[in-house]
């Protein structure tokens, strides 16, 4: 096992990225403001990348089976694992191109952020054992951005053990990481590793640490909030020890919505991040935040909104600018929805294996008539495989209007 992550470690050094970005310094932080490499202060204004290191049921459109891990059994019953895996390399290949992130630069966004699982950097049954399959995701994301000069953030979307308890960070139901020391540890050093890979990347403007740790509907959340800054403070620890440039982007709990557990910022380039979904675009649902930003004299960051109508987002992202807080709307691409920059087809053999996965499923079953044919599954995979190619998506040039940008 000592061995299996030595040679890990040897890997991530012999990797590590050390390309020059044309720029004279690391984004940083001065005040309330972020500052770019040429010591300018500036608005954060992007999009996340959400769905494709860290898939969704819903932007499949489906609704029960709603994280990557329901999705995939799903899948594996339906073409068994070989083949599931298959469709989740190329997936992974074509969802996000060198061409999404050229658009996304041309569209006069200058970030992304880029949300992954933890599952792509190692193996949850066996937590010794280290997979380069993220890194090579993250390196040919971060080249991509490197040649557009867009900005990137790293968000550990699904941490071990599970931070937020729910769908979105393809957990088992509860926030188990912030009462298990083996998933805390592993957490720490999946984080130590990935600042030491990408220390001298300047086109990296931080890490958020916990994508919206810790959901409403726990009893004990209070106990379990209380247990968020200390780790966020042993996470950014370790991180220091090999990266002492880039900003670390500390969010709230309860959906990255309150911050009442925290104190006096711990270091020196913190900066904060909040998220707002489905309330009235107005002053009042951010005025806390606010608050909080010159209180500190921190940054605040939007770090995810969206999943609205283009006139919702426009009056949205217009009081944040008035407060100069920047954003990052969520997400870039998904199936079938105006609510979003792109959207890819759906198509009626993909309808069958949503009919399936609503269906009473019992992969043991002899009465196989509820699954769609093998004929059928194979066609809706790779005609899925093919319309998220940029060059097959649907641009929603209203929905850039409302981001304030526009179709190139």
Not at 71 to 96: H, M, P, Q, T
């Amino acid at each position: 096992m000592i061995k299996t992550f030595l040679s890990f470690v040897f890997f991530l050094a012999l990797a590590a990225v050390t390309s020059i970005f044309p720029q004279k310094n690391f984004v940083t932080v001065k005040g309330t403001q972020f500052i770019d490499g040429d010591g300018k202060p500036f608005l954060l204004q992007g999009t996340n990348i959400g769905n494709w290191l860290n898939p969704e049921g819903y932007m499949f459109r489906f609704e029960d089976v709603s994280s990557y891990r329901l999705i995939n059994d799903a899948f594996c019953e339906l073409v068994g694992v070989d083949d599931a895996r298959v469709f989740w390399n190329k997936f992974r290949d074509n969802y996000i191109t060198k061409e999404d992130i050229h658009f996304l630069k041309q569209s006069g966004l200058n970030h992304i952020r880029l949300p992954f699982n933890f599952k792509l950097f190692v193996v949850e049954d066996h937590p010794d054992v280290f997979l380069k399959t993220g890194f090579e995701y993250l390196d040919k994301a971060i080249k991509w951005c490197r040649e557009e000069k867009l900005y990137v953030v790293l968000d550990m979307h699904a941490a071990p053990g599970g931070q937020t308890g729910a769908n979105i960070d393809d957990s088992w139901g509860y926030p188990y990481l912030m009462e298990n020391k083996d998933a805390q540890d592993l957490t720490v050093t999946l984080w130590k590793q990935i600042a030491k890979r990408y220390a001298n990347e300047k086109i990296v403007i931080g890490y958020d640490l916990l994508n919206e740790p810790i959901a409403t509907y726990f009893e004990n959340q209070e106990e379990l909030n209380k247990q968020l800054e200390p780790l966020y403070k042993r996470i950014t620890a370790e991180i220091r020890k090999v990266d002492k440039q880039h900003i670390i982007f500390i969010g709230g709990a309860q959906w990255n919505t309150n911050f009442s557990m925290f104190g006096k910022p711990f270091e020196d380039k913190l900066a904060y991040t909040f998220h707002g979904y489905w309330m009235p675009p107005v002053q009042e649902q951010i005025q806390r935040h606010v608050d909080f930003s010159k209180k500190f004299n921190v940054p605040m960051w939007l770090g995810e909104s969206g999943e609205n109508e283009d006139s919702w987002i426009d009056s949205f992202r217009v009081v944040l600018e008035k407060n100069e807080i920047g954003w990052c709307f969520w997400p870039y691409k998904k199936m079938d929805s105006p609510r979003g920059i792109a959207s890819f087809a759906r198509t009626a053999e993909w309808d069958s294996i949503i009919a399936y996965t609503k269906s009473p499923r019992k992969p043991f079953d002899y009465d196989a008539s509820h699954r769609p044919s093998k004929v059928v599954v194979k066609k809706a995979m790779d005609d899925l495989l093919e319309n998220i190619k940029f060059k097959n998506c649907t641009i929603n040039e209203g929905y850039l209007k409302a981001l304030g940008v526009k179709k190139p």
